[in-house]
C-alpha cells in the first residue's frame, strides 16, 4: 500500500502563486507513477499532472493543456515527496488538488491523465482563485 499526504493549498488572488506538496510512504519502492488532479463539485476528476519512472527512460511528465506552461511538476526522491508548483493562477484552477500514485504502471496509462489508473489516493487540499 501507499499512503500520500498532500499539503499546500489555500485561497490566492488571481495571478498569484501555490505550492502543492505530496509526501508518500508505504511501499514507495515500488511506486512508478504519480500524478495530480483537481475536481469541482459536480464535475469529474480531471488529471492535471502526471510522472511516469522507468529505469530505461527515466522520469517522463504529462502536463494537462489547460495548465501547461503555469504549473510545473517536481520531485523530492530523498523526501518521497512530489510537488505541483502553480503560477499565474485562474479562478478556473479553483478545486480540490489530489495526489495519486500506482504501482506497476504502464507508461501509456500512467502518463494519461486518467484518474481510472489510480489505486492510491491523499485526502485532497483546496486551492481557492478569485
Known amino acids: 500500500h501507499v499512503q500520500l499526504v498532500e499539503s499546500g493549498g489555500g485561497s490566492v488572488q488571481a495571478g498569484g502563486s501555490l505550492r502543492l506538496s505530496c509526501k508518500a510512504s508505504?511501499?514507495?519502492?515500488?511506486?512508478?507513477?504519480l500524478g495530480w488532479f483537481r475536481q469541482v463539485p459536480g464535475k469529474e476528476r480531471e488529471g492535471v499532472a502526471t510522472?511516469?519512472?522507468?529505469?530505461?527512460?527515466?522520469?517522463?511528465?504529462n502536463i494537462a493543456g489547460s495548465v501547461k506552461g503555469r504549473f510545473t511538476f517536481s520531485q523530492d526522491h530523498g523526501q518521497n515527496t512530489v510537488y505541483l508548483q502553480m503560477s499565474s493562477l485562474k479562478p478556473e484552477d479553483t478545486g480540490m488538488y489530489y495526489c495519486a500514485a500506482d504501482v506497476g504502471a504502464l507508461s501509456s496509462r500512467c502518463l494519461g491523465l486518467s484518474p481510472d489508473t489510480y489505486n492510491y489516493w491523499g485526502q485532497g487540499t483546496q486551492v481557492t482563485v478569485s
Open positions: 510522472v511516469h519512472y522507468d529505469i530505461y527512460t527515466g522520469a517522463r511528465t
Open positions: 508505504g511501499n514507495t519502492y515500488s511506486t512508478n507513477c
